[in-house]
């Protein structure tokens, strides 16, 4: 992992040096709104209160015109901030991390965390009303990627339950992200974790059945945040604080409205999926308290992400969370 991430540094200053005197992403854009790129992990309703945000139009409000990027990864989504292809990166926090203990000088700043549980749940190939963590000894897991949040929540929860990942299972890991409910459909695994669609799809297909939440047996974990190089950090305060105050009405108004209503607001984010099965999706989310009431990022929640991190053998060093997170902007975004 610690090669992995030196190799996404090299090869993000390549990309600084290749788009040297190609401008700013934060230009001034028409009508006067400040230009700002936002790469996202993934385009999941998960993140529904960003949606929110971008739907009722809360970023223009704030003065910015919003480029929403997908990375389809943690580790693009970190290439392309760090690069300066992006302005702002939104995926789990543990890459800041691991980007910090590489000794960048300019590394990734948290500002704000949107999700406060995990958004997967596992599926089986039949229905298992009471369900066991004893139940996936011996069995093969379609499981996530090496070092990201998925795949660690996932051991961590085995782990707490008294289940050695490495021996009492078999996890298959050798699956690109998005592609392990095509491979359970075709006969792959006894059990996948999956996010949302693919959980509610495959159960809508009648080739799995969710059985239990990662979101719910893992507890309160900071499982997804916005983070941005420390020297953009510095010299756009005004940008970032605008940024978190559309966060924050978006967050509001998932506090305040229904899961039908945060769906029929974010439909137009997911045009391939129906609006009955965005607000099965909503609602599963929203039962379970998976969004925060605000997007300060406690120390408790950093300190908890490490000791996931140090459990999986992936933290080399632990980190400072006072350099890793600032919280000025979430608490000016609440007052």
Known sequence: MKKKWLYLLLAAVLLV?????????????????????????????????MYVAIEEGYFK???IDLDLVCGFGADKTMTAVISGEADIGFMGSESSIYVYNQGSEDYMVNFAQ?????GNFLVARQPMENFSWNDIKGKN????????MPEMVFEYILKKNGINPAADLNIDQSIDFGSTGAAFSGGQGDFTVEFEPSATLLEQQGDGYVVTSLG?????????AYSARQSYIEQNPEIIQSFTNALQKG??????HTPEEIAKVIAPQFEDTDLETITTIVNR???????????IFQEDSFTLLQNILEEAGELSQRVPYADLVTTEFAENAVK
Not at 17 to 39: E, F, M, P, Q, R
């Open 285 to 295: 989310y929203y039962s379970q308290d998976t969004w925060k009431a605000d997007l």
């Open 251 to 256: 967050m509001d108004f998932v506090q305040s």
């Open 61 to 63: 409000d704030e003065g």
């Open 216 to 224: 719910v047996d893992s507890g309160y974990v900071p499982y997804t």
């Open 114 to 118: 949107l999700t406060q549980r995990a």
């Open 17 to 49: 040096t290749s788009l040297a005197g190609c401008g700013s992403k934060s230009d001034k854009g028409g009508g006067g709104l400040t230009k700002v790129t936002l790469n996202e992990v993934a385009h999941s309703i998960f993140y529904a209160p």
């Open 141 to 148: 897991v379609l499981g996530g990627r090496k070092g990201g």
